[in-house]
């Protein structure tokens, strides 16, 4: 057997599955062939990524499933790489999103695009991979919509205990919280 393409169709499995990993049984299906050469695959690559020192990754096994992770030595400039403060500030989209989901939870993307009155797909995205949204369950109702709520790092963000130390919103219609509103919102929590 050609043991190259064999790699490069492992590697590329591995890192699909991401942090959730692949048991020998699953790579062995896809892959078709038996359990005990995808192992064997497995030590070689392994072997060669070891001896490799031009490369960043390695494979591990964790609870019965093999995942690509990074090399211990290079621990350092991965730490450098989560300590630095992210930049990136959220859009005034994402704040207004923000707030809604924050004063409103559980909460349907339709329901807060009627309050925004407009598509609110990015900023959910941009929210939830900044870990300060999450879907917390699905609502009733033909399609049962995903619900979003804020998170534990919501809080720590923001220097919250918990959602009662939101700010109050000034009296209003329930469903308009206005640009100022949310402008108000994140005044306070600075």
């Known amino acids: 057997m050609n043991q190259e393409p064999s790699f490069g169709i492992l590697e590329s499995l591995l890192f699909a599955a991401g942090d959730e990993g692949l048991s020998l049984k699953q790579m062995a299906n896809v892959m078709e062939i038996p359990e005990q050469e995808v192992l064997e695959l497995l030590n070689l690559l392994q072997e060669e990524y070891e001896k490799n020192k031009q490369r960043g990754i390695?494979?591990?096994?964790?609870?019965?499933?093999?995942?690509?992770?990074?090399?211990?030595?290079?621990?350092?400039?991965?730490?450098?790489?989560?300590?630095?403060?992210?930049?990136?500030?959220?859009?005034?989209?994402?704040?207004?999103?923000?707030?809604i989901i924050a004063y409103k939870q559980p909460i349907t993307r339709a329901e807060i695009e009627d309050i925004r009155g407009v598509k609110t797909e990015r900023p959910i995205q941009t929210l939830t991979a900044k870990g300060l949204i999450q879907e917390v369950g699905r609502a009733e109702g033909t399609g049962r919509p995903i619900l979003y709520g804020t998170t534990v790092e919501f809080l720590d963000y923001f220097g919250l205990k918990d959602l009662k130390e939101l700010p109050p919103l000034p009296e209003t219609d329930e469903n308009d919280i206005t640009q100022e509103e949310a402008d108000l919102f994140f005044e306070k929590l600075k």
């Open 58 to 99: 390695t494979i591990v096994q964790f609870a019965g499933t093999y995942q690509l992770a990074t090399k211990k030595e290079y621990v350092n400039y991965l730490k450098r790489l989560v300590e630095v403060p992210n930049s990136s500030t959220l859009s005034q989209a994402a704040l207004e999103t923000l707030t």
